[in-house]
């Protein structure tokens, strides 16, 4: 397994990072083939494990937490805060009063004194980042964080956060996690080269773009009931991804891969990409991922996926999993 060093921290990490986000009750239960597939993992080179606070209420956390005993030192770990984690409204968000407790609790379940990388899931429009950064800036100072990063930010928000960051005496951002695969590009346009210019390190997120890449039929997918403004065929924005998967399938038979191994090459190909975050849910689906580690896409076959998806394109906007306030909320746009 190939390594990359981590947005200039001089830390190295594995070219693909270990997901977590299916280890518990959002995927698989059985905690001790969980730990299994953890080592599985790690054994096969990989060293960056990701996390979070809300994957399965804490219950993800606690099994990371649990595989890496007696590994600890070797893995690079990651975990997030920001979504809700109970009715109090104060149970989350991005203030300085929920951190001091989000990241005591992370600690406790994952079993260490100290994480790698703790990240903001996503951005809070009630919390200045002003005071978001500067409670960070004191977990590292205190040695129970390394380093920090953002999930999902939009590019004004990252180059918000790095300039507060200069103008306050703030520990930085080191690292941004967005969402990116063949289906999902909008990150293209202005993400990823803001964060190739703050030499941030990028670990993305759904290169299977949940499971339209994983060559599985969808049809069957009982994630469609589920998510039906991501998975349903008549929603127009899916019945385009539908075709471009078709095409895109046809472009790995004649490249001799399998669809994952394409989507997840594609990825890695881009230059601003420090690692990708696979997020298997059992021991199968993460030997399968793995075959394709050292795989490599040349240009004529990057070339006929820019033809079908559109570089910048995001064939359907939903798949980000975050919509600006701006957007979402009527009331902001009218008087």
């Not at 649990?66 to 979504?83: E, H, I, S, W």
């Not at 996503?122 to 999930?151: F, H, N, Q, W, Y």
């Not at 820019?306 to 798949?319: C, M, S, W, Y």
Request: hydrophobic residues 40%; glycine residues 8%; charged residues 25%.
């Amino acid at each position: 397994m190939r390594r990359r060093i981590l947005g200039g921290t001089g830390i190295s990490v594995s070219e693909y990072a270990l997901g977590a986000m299916m280890l518990g009750a959002w995927g698989n239960t059985d905690h001790d083939e969980c730990v299994r597939l953890v080592h599985r993992a790690l054994d096969a080179g990989i060293n960056f494990v990701d996390t979070a606070d809300v994957y399965a209420a804490g219950e993800s956390e606690e099994i990371v937490g649990k595989a890496l005993q007696g590994r600890r030192d070797d893995v690079v770990l990651a975990t997030k805060f920001f979504n809700s984690m109970g009715p109090d409204a104060n149970h989350g968000g991005n203030s300085r009063r929920w951190i001091v407790r989000a990241v005591e609790d992370s600690l406790r379940r994952l079993g260490t004194d100290h994480i790698d990388l703790y990240q903001v899931h996503r951005p809070d429009p009630a919390t200045d980042i002003d005071e978001t950064l500067s409670a960070l800036s004191d977990l590292v100072r205190s040695g129970k964080v390394r380093a920090i990063g953002t999930s999902t930010f939009p590019a004004e928000q990252i180059v918000e956060a790095q300039w507060t960051a200069e103008r306050r005496g703030h520990e930085r951002f080191r690292t941004e996690q967005p969402p990116y695969s063949m289906l999902a590009r909008g990150v293209e346009n202005a993400v990823l080269p803001t964060a190739q210019r703050y030499g941030m390190g990028v670990l993305t997120w759904g290169p299977l773009s949940a499971g339209w890449l994983s060559g599985r039929d969808l049809s069957a997918s009982s994630r469609a009931g589920l998510e039906t403004q991501k998975f349903d065929l008549a929603v127009p924005e899916n019945a385009r991804k539908a075709e471009a998967v078709r095409a895109l399938s046809a472009v790995a038979d004649e490249a001799g891969l399998p669809l994952p191994h394409l989507a997840t090459a594609f990825v890695r190909s881009h230059p601003a990409v420090t690692s990708v975050i696979i997020g298997p849910r059992t021991l199968d689906q993460l030997d399968s991922m793995l075959a394709g580690a050292d795989t490599t896409l040349d240009a004529d076959v990057l070339d006929r996926i820019d033809a079908i998806v559109p570089p910048g394109t995001d064939l359907n906007r939903a798949d980000n999993y975050y919509t600006p306030p701006a957007v979402g909320d009527a009331s902001l746009r009218r008087r």
